[in-house]
């Protein structure tokens, strides 16, 4: 989604009343950031939006980035907030050998959370099409994937391979590398 470095286009401050309508839409579209949302965005902070060239629009704070949204889709955690927070989100796992194409910004894969070392909700806990998730990698800490499934995690158990994500917002990638300074 964001694979070249992105110059930051064009900076507004955002009103109070789109801050609520935003804060909300955030409340309810990722019920795990309820606890935080004080601490992500406290109700007198000044919001300000950047505008990206991929038709997409980054919400900061102070220049601190937290969630990035193209057209009317539901606005998407930025990896630094996930890292901050990072049970506020349901989380999968790769396996070792998908992270270098993840970290490229090739498409997820369903092998590579099939196969041993990769990870899935059980049934009880089974995530839809559609949901955003965080990825997590076999044997690191920090989340390196954020996006919305292709798949539920159940279909993706059942076929066991296919497309399951084929873009989101990565470590490495032009939103991560943009300074916002």
């Known amino acids: 989604m964001f694979k070249k470095d992105i110059p930051p286009s064009n900076r507004s401050k955002v009103k109070s009343s789109a801050a609520r309508a935003l804060r909300q839409k955030l409340l309810e579209t990722y019920p795990g950031f309820e606890p935080y949302i004080e601490e992500i965005m406290p109700k007198k902070a000044s919001l300000e939006a950047v505008k990206l060239p991929e038709r997409a ?6 220049s601190n980035p937290l969630f990035f949204q193209r057209f009317d889709d539901p606005p998407v955690p930025h990896l630094r907030l996930i890292h901050a927070y990072p049970t506020a989100l349901p989380t999968i796992q790769i396996d070792r050998g998908a992270i270098r194409f993840v970290l490229s910004g090739a498409t997820l894969m369903a092998p590579g959370l099939t196969s041993p070392g990769g990870r899935l909700p059980d049934a009880e806990h089974a995530l839809e099409a559609g949901q955003v998730v965080a990825v997590k990698a076999e044997g690191k800490e920090e989340v390196c994937l954020v996006g919305a ?14 497309v399951v994500m084929d873009e989101g917002h990565y470590l490495g990638d032009g939103l991560w590398k943009m300074q916002l300074d």
């Open 149 to 162: 499934l292709k798949v539920g995690t159940e279909e993706m158990k059942s076929k066991g391979k296919g």
């Open 57 to 62: 629009t980054l919400y900061t704070i102070d």
